[in-house]
């Protein structure tokens, strides 16, 4: 039997009412997820994986999903009607890497893309859109790290809505890495190139 | 009408720390319910009571060491009189409608039938207690209670800080001492007369 762990000092401890902080002690450490871990998890939140590493995301606010909304119901009119394919909304897990998973905003999925079996995560995507959060570590991530992940995974189009900086941007795929397409602002269009005629009134889309 | 609870921030997980967050994807305290606690897959001593869950300490290593040495000898018992039988926690035992403990030993005089569901009750029941839990002392008195509800007939309390071995008998829906044991005696139990524990031997088990 391993030596006596002495509790930390800093260990959560729940109380009636609270959450159940001690069922974290089931489960592996950050770090040591393994994808298949990590798709066991049956839960409705926001959850993304990458590396080991589970992120939870915040909950969103019903500004965040208002303008969610007003995306997805445009590109999914856009997509159905020249029958591409399949438009989603989080949380759909997408695999972008070998040991990441995503939950896009909003994402277009070719046809071709579309795995047979409906309850596999889908291997990338054509187009996503990301509406940022307003914490900081939301938007490292959003602007950082899933433009780090959505690039490798080959996603040709990333879209960025950043009400803070009241900006939408579009990134196009070149090569490995994404150039900016376009930052618009308010009283602008913001055009897709991947989708001919796929367009969006920032100002629109900023106060949905 | 909905009650609206206050939003509780996470401790935040980092790289090699438990993922607290994960407390999020379920009920909190005291919203639990049997059939969550018992789908629970973990080898972690977990109790429940009215929809909490409460978490035991880690045993000791010397806790672990007498519990082996009394679990040997009852089992050798077991397997000499061919009735019964004995299991060591985890092992969920309900004890009222919304009551499960997890007793460091157990004892059925029949085997169970069905070995797929948590058992109600038990025949007999031991705790072992190290130095320096006072947690688990306390638990001794509401769990003294509780067994006995429970209608557990003989209920051993193994005490590594005082050295003594205490087997308490149910009679009219209580427990009373039948015998307080030293090192140098030999603790014998009532429900099965053919069985005893040199007290000396067990703590000093190694």
């Known amino acids: 039997m391993s030596a006596v762990e002495i509790q930390p000092v800093d260990e959560p401890r729940s109380r009636l009412g609270t959450p159940v902080w001690e069922i974290a002690r089931l489960y592996p450490t950050q770090g040591h997820w393994s994808e298949e871990s990590y798709l066991a998890l049956h839960t409705n939140q926001l959850v993304e994986f990458t590396h080991g590493v589970l992120e939870f995301l915040e909950m969103p606010t019903r500004k965040h999903q208002l303008m969610v909304a007003h995306l997805y119901q445009r590109l999914l009119v856009y997509i159905t009607q020249r029958q591409l394919g399949e438009v989603h909304f989080a949380p759909l897990r997408i695999r972008v890497a070998s040991e990441t998973i995503r939950e896009p905003d909003v994402v277009f999925l070719a046809n071709h893309r579309l795995p047979e079996d409906k309850t596999v995560p889908p291997e990338g995507a054509d187009l996503a859109m990301e509406v940022v959060s307003p914490s900081a570590e939301s938007r490292q991530r959003d602007l950082v790290d899933k433009r780090h992940d959505y690039a490798e995974a080959g996603i040709a189009e990333y879209w960025i809505i950043d009400s803070e900086a009241s900006t939408v941007t579009v990134l196009g795929l070149q090569g490995s890495a994404y150039i900016e397409l376009g930052s618009y602002g308010p009283g602008q269009l913001a055009v897709s190139k991947l989708l001919p005629g796929l367009e969006f009134d920032v100002t629109e889309v900023l106060s949905a | ?206």
């Open chain 2, 1 to 206: 009408m909905r009650t609206v609870r206050k939003a509780i921030e996470a401790p935040r997980s980092k790289r090699g720390t438990p993922v607290w967050e994960l407390a999020r994807l379920f009920p909190a305290q005291g919203y639990w319910t049997e059939e969550d606690y018992l789908e629970l897959e973990t080898n972690l001593l977990i109790e429940y009571t009215d929809g909490v869950l409460e978490f035991l300490e880690r045993p000791s290593p010397q806790h672990q060491l007498i519990l082996q040495y009394i679990q040997m000898r009852l089992l050798n018992f077991v397997l000499k009189s061919r009735r019964g039988s004995v299991m060591a926690a985890p092992l969920p035992i309900r004890v009222a409608s919304t009551t499960y403990r997890e007793p460091d030993l157990v004892y059925f005089t029949k085997k169970l039938a069905d070995l797929s569901k948590a058992p109600t009750g038990a025949d007999l029941v031991m705790e072992v207690v190290s130095p320096g839990s006072a947690s688990r002392r306390r638990d001794l008195i509401k769990k003294r209670r509780e067994y006995a509800e429970a209608g557990i007939a003989e209920y051993w309390i193994v005490d590594a800080e005082n050295f003594a071995v205490t087997v308490l008998v149910l009679k009219d829906g209580k427990y009373e001492v039948a015998g307080k044991y030293k090192p140098g005696q030999t603790a014998v139990s009532r429900l099965l007369p053919e069985f005893g524990i040199n007290v000396t031997e067990a703590f000093s088990a190694d």
